[in-house]
């Protein structure tokens, strides 16, 4: 990573789009200390603190503590995130989105387009629900109608430039923007969250022994799960493929070797950002209504519901939230796979080019050998997702390591350097062939 780093900076126009992606991200952080006007941040604090572990954590770190602070960039991107991902559903959903897709770079930019009008309305709507929300309990300075309209366009507009950032990101920088914006922000909460395990379990310890075994346990606990996310992120299982060989003129070509590649973790983070939505929701908006609180049916189903209960001895029966938590990750495995790559497409394309998987005949057969490999590969893929997403779980439950970042957080973090080395290495690539074709 080092060397690729160091010979991207030989090379000016690499360099440029670097040092224009890092000033990018000190626009993002200093946005995200920046507080919005009227709210009572102090209030805003204790809240949050007195909510503990609940599903708001996950949701704080992918803002890069914005929402905690209540910044103006505190919905941050995650309306564009639920836009994108709503808008892939949709793709398959509906035949003209799918034609639009298929229709090229205009189709793609057409889509985008929409994305970015989904992404104002769903901030619009999170914003006005958060200001109600906040108004009612006492939050802001004055629960009006021009303090709820000055909040809301805030939130808004602040989500709107991060989009904005994240684009321009893409277009001049390195990277994908949108994803870039994610991992700084889970990034940013990593020292206090290595600060919060240290003063817990070092700093506190009874003797220094203990401390040390603390230290080594927790160092080991997240590089074993880094190196882990490593492997599933690179995992992939090659199908070969041959082309049958034609005669073109006085010519004969084809008849090379080829493969397609599937990956182990087919559907990405998505599956966990599927299963969290679906469970934290309820909880998110009861945190913000100020319910959920008591000790009745509807309270304890929350607690069921949220992260921060799983797991811990004394209360083993809110575990069962995480076993259908374990369920929806491999339950969305398979359904985004299933919806992103189509085995009878591929095969059909294949037919049509004149390839073959060796042993298997073209056509169905075909189509059906890929989607039984698949299923496979999307079982192990989702078992890994699976243990990714509990073992940080498991250490909050059992002794009460409540931080921010956890399984999701490194598949993220490690998918998206791994993906920006690969697009500035294949940036490189492309100019030492330019220079050589100049040559």
Sequence with gaps: ??????????????????????????????????????????????????????????????????????????????????????????????????????????????????????????????????????????????????????????????????????????????????????TINIISRIPEDLMTLYNQFIKNAPNVGNAIIAALVILAVILVTVVFVIFLQDGERKIPVQYSKKIQGRKQVGGQSSHIPLKVNTAGVIPIIFAQSILQFPVVIAAIMGKGNGNGVGSKILHGLSQSYWCDPEQPIYSIGLVVYIILIVAFAYFYTSITFNPLEIANNMKRQGGFIPGIRPGKPTSDYLAKILNYIVFIGAVGLTIVAVIPIFFNGVFSANVSFGGTSIIIIVGVIIETLKQIESQMLVRYYKGFLND
């Design 1 to 182: 990573m080092l060397e690729t780093l160091r010979k991207a900076f030989k090379i000016k126009d690499i360099r440029s789009r670097i040092f224009y992606t890092f000033l990018m991200l000190i626009v993002i952080r200093l946005g995200s200390q920046l507080p919005l006007p009227g709210v009572k941040g102090d209030l805003i604090t204790e809240w949050f603190a007195s909510q503990g572990a609940d599903g708001l954590n996950f949701f704080n770190a992918i803002t890069g503590g914005s929402f905690e602070q209540m910044s103006v960039f505190a919905l941050n991107i995650t309306p564009y995130i639920t836009s994108s991902i709503i808008m892939q559903l949709l793709t398959i959903a509906i035949p003209k989105l799918e034609e639009m897709q298929k229709d090229g770079e205009d189709g793609r930019k057409k889509i985008a387009e929409i994305t970015r009008y989904v992404t104002v309305a769903l901030a619009l709507i999170q914003s006005i629900a958060m200001s109600i929300g906040f108004g009612r309990s006492g939050y802001l300075e004055k629960f009006d109608a021009m303090q709820v309209i000055m909040m809301v366009a805030t939130l808004t507009a602040g989500s709107a430039v991060l989009m904005w950032i994240g684009e321009r990101i893409t277009e001049k920088g390195v990277g994908n923007g949108i994803s870039i914006v994610l």
